[in-house]
Structure formats: structure tokens, C-alpha cells
């Protein structure tokens, strides 16, 4: 059978050949150290038993062309390969290799792509073989799927034409936010209010200079203006000004709502402006509903809800479930036009169109929580152009520096049409969903895309630095917030995270903690707004349950990882009065995907697989900086790599299908009276005696005063 398989899958290379595409596929009786699978939807599962492992392709059954320059597959690994080396060989011969070092983790389906021009000069032929070597080390997980050699993509050529343009320019864009974010400005915009129809504004300047008020719309860099598309002279009483302006103004075929806008201070040289002030966005918008705050009874909520999937919707009961979350692909259900299965909207007085079928089932999930008056935070996705279920709303949407790497894409705040669509749709949920008779269902925060750590994966706007990046997602998080409360006072925006804090396994990720601290200047230079953090304490190994046993990880700030070993770090960073909201507030915390794994079905297994979560919820049951845990994933998943981090078993489980697992009795009895029954018989597992152990204090690198 194994020969059988490699047979079938090399059939497709005489038709992709004439398409500068040659598939491959990997020769199962060929390996070295490995232990491979060949699964469904053709996806070879791989696991290293040794320090040589290897895989070999079947022999090319046809001559590359010379558009095929790249070897390329998608791959699943949420450890990281320390590299992959490839041999080109015929008949056995080494014609030439190619090290490609630090490849890395993800927790998603992504493109691993390397050049191999200079090899295809002396390789290529009928029978050529690659041989590919996954590090040294035994234990190493991946799952790769989709192998083949292949001419680069028109998008793929535009980005490589305009990289270095593009790197030049975002060399000089950093500089001028660094500078910007570290001055001391004099003159300062104090106050911004929307009401229904003004913009009021207040501000001191602290002499008597001609000054102006300059306007600056999402779509553009406050530190690139030399021109403001508004600007009027600012006229003090003494150092103080106010100025109301209105609210709505028709600019690039749009009615504009300038409650998104952020408002600047500038001074005029020759023919050019010069910033005066860090800019600033609106504090307060004047809602449309009264809502009150609704803080979750427990910690206990559920991630990824949705009310088709095939678990039970009485576990929301069971488990005692008070938060969710929801993914909201807004790409999956915004349309450009008019059509039988598409319902219009208004917004800014022009039409836009939503799929039907789509929002009922949004409807049916967020009724099912309101119902039982569970808090739901929506998880705001965008997909590729490629992905988008309507092409022409891909393409608006898309961020122009997309690279087709990624899952997702940062949405385009580069352009008008970008910012008054995507603005628009995030009005259409904010609406239906705030409504107070809950009509349509209830969305109370927003998670701004996810694991922005992991852009590079997850909200893709290309190969950018760290603050460049921030700029883009601060953007994203003020435009949501704004347009959150216009209709609820309460509703928070989240900041999505992955457990890697101070470190991370993947050269085109960042650090957690420096994206924080980025997003606290911005905060300090353009007005605090009351953000929150979704962050997701994974085990070192989303594969290894036992986190306890997790060895990249410290208490104090400066970790490598925040896993459940070391929520105390968390917790303890937030409460630190520079992180302070406004300086008095604690920012909320939810912990809002989080799961341990068990590798298979095995006793031992599903036990280890409840040990870590009764660890971890342990661990956050005494931490107050720490106000909510969603569980990830509510049941197993075909599509997560191989993980089984669900509460219940596999919907298609041969022997059980979808049925509970032990760690779905420990989530229930958390915070119940049958908590320490449940909980206890896992100390012997963990290697403690009394709960008490596994509680951590923080070093915050601070002295205390003496009294």
C-alpha cells in the first residue's frame, strides 16, 4: 500500500509540468530516523526517532521548466525545525545542497518557500531525486502536505520587484515614529469628543505661536504629513483653545466619519507643517445604547464558540460556561453587491451588502449566549484576497503588503476605500450586535485579529519591523474601539498574543512584551483607551501536556515564554502603574485560547492531558490580575495538525465519537464544590503534595520603599 500511495500522488506531475508546477511527493519506503503517515487530504505526518532524518522524493517523472524556481510546501509544526537541508541527487550523487536554517514554528497552515535557482542548473532531470533533512533531533513533529517545485506567483515577483523600495521607506517611516514617540511635546491636544454631530476638541499650547489644528485620517502616517487634507488656525484664550468641527465631512467619494479620525497640533515652515503635538483620538464618543458593564460571574468560558458545531450546546450549561469567543471571518460574509442570497445595510449614506446565510448562523451562535447571558469577545479575521468568498472585497480589503505566506491579512488601512469598507462592516456588527433587546444576539468586545506576535502567520502585512507592524495594528485597534462605542460605552478591544513573550522560535515573529510596551507609547503619546489583552499561555510544547515540566520560562519580565508554568509573570506585568489604564484602571486579562494536548487516546495520555489543565487552572484561580479563561478547543480538531486539545474527543472518533475526556470533568468541577475532589488525585502525577506549590512569586526588578 505504502508504494501504491507514493504512485498516486506523482500521477499529477505530466499535467502540472506545462504549468512551470511539478508536484512531489515523498517515497515512503525511503526514510531514515523517521516515523511518517500518509493521512487524508494528502498530508504526511512526520515524527524524527533519531539524529539523521531524512525523507526522500520519488524521481521526477518529467524535466523542470525554467519558470520553476522555487521548492515550496505548507507545513504545520508548533515546535520550529532547527533547519532543513536539501540534497539534490541523481542517481544517488549529491549534484548540490542547500541549508536553510531556523525554520519556523507555527500553530497554522503556512508556506515554507526557498529559491533553489542555482542548483536547477546542474539538476532537474527525469529521475532527479531530493532528499530533505529535518534537524537532528529525534521527537520533532511536523506535518507538510502539498510539495512541489514551482514558478514564483505574480504576487510573489511584485513583492520581490519592490522589496528594497519597500524596506527603504519603512526604514525611514521607524525613525520618524521613533522620534515622534519619544519627544516631549509642549503644546498638547487634551481632549477629543464625538457627539452625534461635532468633533469637540480642547488643547493647550504653550506659547504664542501660530498654531493649527490638523486633521489625520486613518489611511495616513501623522509622521509623514507635510499637507493636511483639514487644518484650521487655532485661536487660544489664553493657552487654552477649543474647537468644534463636524462630524462628517465628504472627502474621496465618501462621507467620512471623523470620530476615527486622530487630531494634531502643527506649526507652519515655508511651505511645509511641522507636528507640535503627539496626535490624539477621540476619547469619548457619545453611544447610541446605555449598556451597563458585564463582568462574567467566573472565569470559565469557551473559545471558538459556534452553535453548528457537533459538540452538545448543553455543555454551556454543564460546564458553567460565563465568556466566550467567537470568530468573525469578516471576508466569509461581506459582499460588494446586491444579490438574492445578500441583505443591504447603510453606512455613511451609502449601501453595502452582507451574506444572508452567513449572518443567521452568526445570529444563531450570539442568541445561544445571550440567552444564558454569556459575555462574548468577537475574533476579528481577514482573509487573503485569495481566500475571500468575494474576490473584489479580498482585494479592498487585503493590506497591499500581504504576503501570500500568511493565513490571514492585516486589513488595508493604506487607502480610503480600505478604511470607509472595513470600517463599514465593523459598524454593521457593532450595531446589530449591541442592540439592548438582544434581538440578533450580543457581541461585547473585540479581539483585534489574532496572535499579532505571529503576524507573519495569523495578520499578515508583510515582512516589517516590530514598530512599523504596531503602527498598522494600533490603527486597527483604535478604528474597532471607536466604532465599538459608538454603540456601548463598555466594549473593550483586545490585543491577541501567543505565549511567546521575550523569545520566540520564528525569525519573522515579535516579542509579546515589546509589542505591550509599543502599544503603551502609542497610548502615551496619542491618548490611553481602555484596551485589553487576550493572551494564550500554551505549554512550551502545544503538543506536551505536562507544562509543569516547561523549561524556557522564569518569573520575572524578562521570560522567554509565558506558559501555564508562569501565568504569575502576567498577571504581576499588568499590574505595574505604568501599564495602568490612565494610570488607575487594571486592563482586563483573558487567557483567550488555551488547551492542553493529549497525543493520542491512550489512559495515560488523557490523564496527563487533565493534569495540565488542572495545573494551570490552579494556578489562575488566585491570580486577580487574570479575569478570564476560554478553552481551546471545545472538541478535538482534524485541522489543528494533529493536536487532540478539545474538551471531548473527535467528532469522526472511531470508538467514541465526540465523547467527553477527563479534561472536560476538570473544567467543570473548576470552581465548583468538587473542584479539590476532582483536581486532587493529579498531584501525584505532577509531583506535588499541596496546591500551594505550584504557586510562584514574581521578580518585577523593582524595590520596594522602605516604610
Not at 259 to 282: C, E, H, P
Not at 323 to 336: D, E, Q, R
Not at 467 to 489: C, E, G, Q, T
Amino acid at each position: 500500500m505504502k508504494k501504491l500511495l507514493s504512485i498516486l500522488f506523482v500521477l499529477p506531475c505530466f499535467a502540472i509540468a506545462q504549468n512551470a508546477s511539478v508536484q512531489l511527493s515523498i517515497d515512503l519506503d525511503k526514510t531514515n530516523d523517521i516515523k511518517i503517515a500518509f493521512q487524508e487530504n494528502e498530508i504526511y505526518d512526520i515524527t524524527t526517532t533519531g539524529k539523521n532524518p531524512y525523507v526522500l522524493t520519488t524521481p521526477l517523472v518529467s524535466k523542470t521548466s525554467k519558470p520553476s524556481t522555487q521548492l515550496s510546501f505548507e507545513y504545520f509544526c508548533p515546535t520550529g525545525v532547527d533547519f532543513i537541508k536539501l540534497h539534490f541527487l541523481r542517481s544517488e550523487k549529491e549534484i548540490s545542497s542547500k541549508r536553510i536554517g531556523d525554520v519556523g514554528s507555527t500553530e497554522g497552515w503556512v508556506e515554507f518557500k526557498v529559491a533553489i535557482s542555482d542548483a536547477l542548473e546542474n539538476w532537474g532531470e527525469m529521475n532527479d531525486v531530493i532528499r530533505l533533512d529535518f534537524g537532528n533531533a529525534p521527537d520533532l513533529k511536523i506535518q507538510i502536505k502539498n510539495l512541489q517545485i514551482r514558478a514564483l506567483t505574480i504576487r510573489e515577483k511584485e513583492i520581490e520587484v519592490n522589496k528594497q523600495a519597500k524596506k527603504e521607506e519603512e526604514a525611514i517611516l521607524e525613525k520618524h515614529l521613533k522620534d515622534y514617540l519619544s519627544t516631549n511635546f509642549q503644546n498638547k491636544v487634551e481632549y477629543v469628543l464625538a457627539t452625534d454631530k461635532e468633533i469637540q476638541i480642547k488643547g493647550t499650547v504653550s506659547t504664542n505661536d501660530n498654531y493649527y489644528l490638523a486633521e489625520v485620517s486613518p489611511y495616513e502616517n501623522v509622521t509623514e504629513l507635510k499637507a493636511f487634507e483639514f487644518i484650521a488656525p487655532i485661536k487660544t484664550v489664553g493657552k487654552f483653545f477649543e474647537m468644534n468641527i463636524d462630524r462628517t465631512i465628504k472627502r474621496h467619494g465618501f462621507n467620512q466619519d471623523r470620530a476615527l479620525s486622530k487630531w494634531v497640533i502643527v506649526t507652519q515652515k515655508d511651505n511645509n507643517y511641522q507636528l507640535a503635538s503627539g496626535s490624539r483620538y477621540a476619547d469619548s464618543i457619545v453611544p447610541k445604547y446605555t449598556h451597563n458593564f458585564l463582568k462574567p460571574s467566573t472565569k470559565k468560558g469557551l473559545g471558538g464558540y459556534s452553535a453548528n458545531r457537533d459538540a452538545p450546546m448543553s455543555d454551556l450549561d454543564d460546564l458553567g460556561i460565563t465568556s466566550a469567543t467567537v470568530n468573525i471571518w469578516i471576508t466569509h460574509f461581506f459582499m460588494s453587491g446586491p444579490s438574492p442570497t445578500n441583505m443591504p445595510f447603510e453606512y455613511m449614506g451609502k449601501t453595502y451588502y452582507v451574506d444572508k446565510v452567513k449572518v443567521k448562523s452568526y445570529d444563531d451562535t450570539l442568541l445561544s449566549t445571550a440567552e444564558r447571558n454569556i459575555e462574548v469577545s468577537a475574533i476579528l479575521l481577514v482573509d487573503k484576497a485569495t481566500k475571500a468568498k468575494d474576490k473584489e472585497i479580498g482585494r479592498i480589503l487585503q493590506h497591499p503588503d500581504c504576503d501570500p505566506a500568511g493565513i490571514y491579512s492585516m486589513p488595508n488601512f493604506t487607502t480610503p476605500e480600505g478604511v470607509q469598507y472595513y470600517s463599514a462592516v465593523l459598524d454593521f456588527l457593532a450595531n446589530r450586535y449591541s442592540r439592548p433587546d438582544k434581538k440578533y444576539g450580543t457581541i461585547n468586545h473585540y479581539i483585534i485579529h489574532n496572535e499579532v506576535d505571529a503576524g507573519w502567520v495569523w495578520t499578515n502585512a508583510g515582512d516589517k519591523t516590530a514598530l512599523v507592524f504596531m503602527d498598522l495594528y494600533h490603527k486597527s485597534m483604535r478604528m474597532s474601539h471607536n466604532i465599538a462605542r459608538k454603540y456601548n460605552s463598555n466594549s473593550k478591544v483586545f490585543i491577541s498574543l501567543t505565549h511567546y513573550w521575550n523569545w520566540t522560535s520564528n525569525p519573522h515573529f515579535y516579542h509579546s512584551k515589546e509589542l505591550l510596551e509599543q502599544l503603551l507609547q502609542f497610548s502615551k503619546t496619542e491618548g490611553d483607551f481602555e484596551w485589553a489583552i487576550a493572551q494564550h499561555p500554551y505549554p512550551e510544547s502545544l503538543r506536551e501536556p505536562k507544562t509543569w515540566l516547561d523549561k524556557k520560562v522564569s518569573f520575572d519580565f524578562d521570560t522567554q515564554l509565558i506558559t501555564f508554568k508562569n501565568t504569575e509573570v502576567l498577571d504581576a506585568w499588568v499590574k505595574q502603574p505604568e501599564v495602568l489604564f490612565k494610570g488607575k484602571t487594571k486592563r482586563i486579562v483573558y487567557l483567550s485560547e488555551n488547551g492542553t494536548n493529549s497525543p493520542t487516546y491512550s489512559e495515560q495520555d488523557l490523564k496527563e492531558q487533565a493534569a495540565g489543565m488542572a495545573y494551570a487552572l490552579k494556578k489562575i484561580k488566585y491570580l486577580d490580575g487574570i479575569d478570564g479563561f476560554q478553552y481551546h478547543n471545545w472538541q478535538d480538531n482534524r485541522r489543528e495538525g494533529g493536536l487532540r486539545i478539545g474538551l471531548r474527543r473527535f467528532p469522526d472518533d472511531e470508538d467514541q465519537p465526540g465523547a467527553i475526556k477527563p479534561v472536560w470533568n476538570v473544567y467543570q468541577a473548576f470552581g465548583t464544590d468538587q473542584e479539590d475532589e476532582v483536581f486532587d488525585p493529579y498531584k501525584k502525577m505532577i509531583g506535588i503534595e499541596n496546591w500551594d506549590e505550584i504557586r510562584q512569586k514574581v521578580d518585577t526588578g523593582k524595590k520596594k520603599s522602605k516604610p
